[in-house]
């Protein structure tokens, strides 16, 4: 039985953090670009996603018809970060339903694809993501399921708590916790629900969230700098393809002036991201976030980089974000305390840990201005290009071998 017409998205700021501060950066330097998406799903549903199609394409209607309110606008001035004039631009930002097409595939799952104004095209991600979730997930909730998700956050919450009190008495540097699970959540009531239950129980380790509506409501900080469809635009931006990540780079320092300093490495893996980043980007970064590939290998290439460029390691900061859980965390936490900075950003296992297995869906960037555009991640499998030629020129040019 079809479900009853509902918004699953109800503020245009329920979405990343970063979503707003690459759009910024986009508006105010290449606001011509043309972008790209599509949408991938890594492992196999329950059901064929495809027998989602018609209530996708009632909620995409309905997120179009969102606007920001002046409260939520008077929030976003007070990120010291966002500019006013980007400000004035969302007063008048809406998204338009002609940029994104949705299609049952061949294989009966979903083929969506976004075409349009890289200013309109970089904001449907998160939405189309959090939307397929919530309502394949519809399907699947039961009382039980969701009283095993409760029983779950309960038991982080435990383990946090036992790993604090044992911090005390050791007095170690923190463990520095924060949500990032918009894009994979259950469903947006859960995810209010967990963030504002981590806030109040351990508000010294949680630190806060990417989602900027939970954000705003439950008075955490906000959390992000950039995605790789940031550094990947570059890639079609007119520049030396060999220069791309140098140039985006660039790009984020005058933008942000010193403000959002962690660089993202695995656009095309990190020993090329390391040779790019020299001693002027090591020294205007506040780190590095990592998101593919072994995190302890990850780490260690990072601290030596910092050391070989006569920088001290521990004036900088490693964010990891890959498939974490609390454990891991923990783990990765005691590997490098006292020789780095550290912080942890945890999605899936936060916003969609109920017994069910979660869905892998992705929304990436696969041209800009015409131009195919890659990302040539350390992990296999999260690399996505539809254009083989162009993938295998871009491994030739940044000397990466195929995984």
């Known amino acids: 039985m079809k479900t009853p017409s509902r918004h699953l998205i109800t503020s245009l700021l329920d979405t990343d953090l970063y979503k707003f501060t690459m759009l910024q950066v986009v508006l105010h330097q290449f606001p011509q670009a043309w972008g790209e998406y599509e949408f991938k799903c890594r492992n196999t549903p329950v059901y064929p996603l495809g027998e989602l199609k018609a209530e996708l394409d009632e909620q995409l209607d309905l997120l179009c018809q969102l606007r920001f309110s002046q409260e939520e606008l008077a929030y976003l001035r007070t990120l010291r970060y966002i500019k006013s004039d980007f400000v004035d631009y969302l007063e008048l930002f809406h998204l338009q339903r002609r940029f994104i097409t949705v299609a049952v595939a061949a294989d009966g799952g979903l083929d969506i694809r976004v075409k349009g104004p890289l200013v309109q095209a970089m904001f449907f991600e998160i939405f189309v993501l959090a939307i397929v979730n919530e309502l394949h997930f519809q399907r699947l909730s039961t009382p039980e399921v969701l009283q095993e998700g409760e029983r779950r956050l309960t038991d982080k919450i435990a383990r946090l708590l036992k790993f604090e009190a044992e911090q005390a008495q050791l007095h170690d540097g923190p463990l520095l916790l924060a949500d990032f699970g918009t894009r994979r959540r259950f469903s947006r009531h859960w995810h209010h629900q967990l963030v504002a239950q981590l806030h109040a129980a351990v508000p010294d380790i949680f630190r806060g969230t ?26 079609g931006l007119g520049v030396r393809l060999r220069d791309f990540q140098k140039a985006s780079l660039e790009a984020w320092v005058q933008e942000y002036r010193g403000d959002l300093g962690i660089a993202l490495t695995d656009v095309v893996g990190m020993d090329a991201f390391l040779r790019d980043f020299d001693l002027y980007f090591a020294k205007l970064f506040d780190g590095l976030r990592h998101d593919s590939g072994d995190p302890f290998e990850w780490g260690e290439k990072a601290i030596r980089h910092y050391k070989k460029l006569r920088i001290d390691p521990i004036t900088k900061m490693l964010t990891f974000s890959d498939g974490l859980n609390i454990d891991k965390a923990i783990e990765l936490y005691h590997h490098f305390d006292g020789r780095i900075q550290t912080s942890f950003g945890i999605g899936t296992n936060l916003s969609n840990d109920m017994g069910l297995e979660p869905l892998q869906i992705v929304m990436k960037l696969v041209s800009c201005n015409g131009q195919p555009v890659a990302k040539l991640s350390d992990s296999p499998g999260k690399s996505m290009c539809s254009d083989e030629t162009f993938l295998a020129y871009l491994r030739q040019v940044f000397e990466v071998q195929p995984l």
Do not use: D
């Not at 989602?211 to 890639?235: D, R, S």
């Open 210 to 235: 990417s989602n900027v509506y939970l954000a705003w409501k439950l008075g955490v900080t906000p959390i992000g700098t950039m995605a790789h469809e940031f550094m990947q635009a570059y890639q």
